[in-house]
């Protein structure tokens, strides 16, 4: 997708808006994001064993790889409702990089420790159609700033750099082959059976897949994380960094995240989309000392809408 992404393109991992100046020269980024819906709605009729119509109290949406938990205290789940195909391994587009950034928060040590910008980075996005925080070659960035770069505005050049660094091997691909394996040991710790990377932020090789019960469930482990909650739940972020011309950075990423401004008490999480792969969103909300934590994925239109609906029929419950 390059620096230039073009509006109404549905791009694979759903980034909306990066914004770069140095002293003031602002060059704009901008890409499609998901369109906004959101109609609430519990209940629809299903047929009983005498042929007699009852109202089922479930979520009434179009999805059907989706998954509800409650989230409790934080530290337990427990199952509210899930959809006919919740189980169903597909693939899950840039939602991957809620993973990448788990991987990456073990070593909260390295959160200030600085990153060269190299231009692989930046080819990468270009050559795959990637989203971007249109990271400039040269910058130094914090592993922190890489954090918002990646999850805020999807920046699959941020997600390259922090696999780059936080894997280990000789050459680039041998450090992220070894990051995209750290994914993996962690998601078979979590429990997350139906899940399997092959990439640090969702352009498929081929196996990256993971189901909507896998997909919330990693979402509420990664909501324990206070520095991953405070950049998710963020509409717009803007921050600074040394320049490879010894001069100053600024950036400005906007949120992928619709759900952000449409529902009250949202708290973010990730979403997702792509030719292939559809759309997808792991979302989590709080009201009334409750948060609800769901995912979407491999949906076939916005998700925006059925997020909402899940967690109104979920705050009813």
Do not use: C
């Not at 960035?141 to 997600?159: C, E, F, K, N, Y």
């Not at 600024?250 to 990730?270: H, R």
């Not at 925006?304 to 967690?311: C, E, P, T």
Request: net charge negative.
């Amino acid at each position: 997708m390059g620096a230039h992404a073009r509006p109404n393109r549905l791009h694979r991992t759903g980034a909306r808006v990066a914004t770069v100046a140095l002293f003031g020269a602002v060059l704009p980024i901008t890409a499609g994001g998901i369109a906004q819906a959101a109609t609430p709605g519990v209940t629809h009729a299903a047929e009983q064993g005498d042929g007699a119509t009852a109202t089922t109290d479930v979520p009434d949406v179009a999805a059907d790889h989706a998954y509800l938990l409650d989230a409790r205290d934080g530290s337990q789940e427990r199952e509210m409702w899930a959809g006919p195909k919740a189980d169903e391994s597909v693939s899950m587009a840039s939602t991957t990089k809620i993973m990448t950034a788990v991987v990456v928060l073990k070593h909260p040590e390295w959160l200030d420790r600085q990153i060269t910008v190299k231009q692989e980075y930046r080819d990468y996005v270009q050559q795959n159609g990637a989203s971007t925080a249109d990271l400039q070659t040269g910058d130094r960035l914090t592993v922190r700033q890489l954090l918002h770069a990646m999850l805020i505005p999807s920046g699959g050049d941020a997600a390259m750099a922090l696999a780059d660094n936080f894997g280990v091997g000789a050459t680039q691909d041998a450090r992220i082959a070894d990051f995209v394996n750290q994914m993996n040991v962690e998601a078979a710790q979590l429990g997350m059976t139906g899940t399997h990377f092959d990439s640090f932020d969702g352009i498929s090789h081929g196996d990256n897949r993971s189901t909507a019960r896998d997909l919330a469930k990693l979402g509420q482990r990664a909501m324990l994380q206070p520095v991953f909650a405070d950049v998710v739940k963020l509409k717009k972020f803007e921050t600074e960094a040394p320049a490879a011309n010894g001069r100053t950075r600024y950036y400005t990423w906007g949120t992928t995240n619709d759900l952000l401004s449409s529902y009250d008490g949202a708290l973010g999480i990730k979403t997702g989309s792509g030719e292939e792969a559809g759309y997808s969103l792991v979302f989590a909300a709080k009201r009334d000392n409750r948060t609800l934590v769901g995912a979407i994925v491999g949906a076939d239109k916005e998700v925006f809408g059925d997020a909402a609906k899940m967690l109104d029929w979920g705050f009813a419950h």
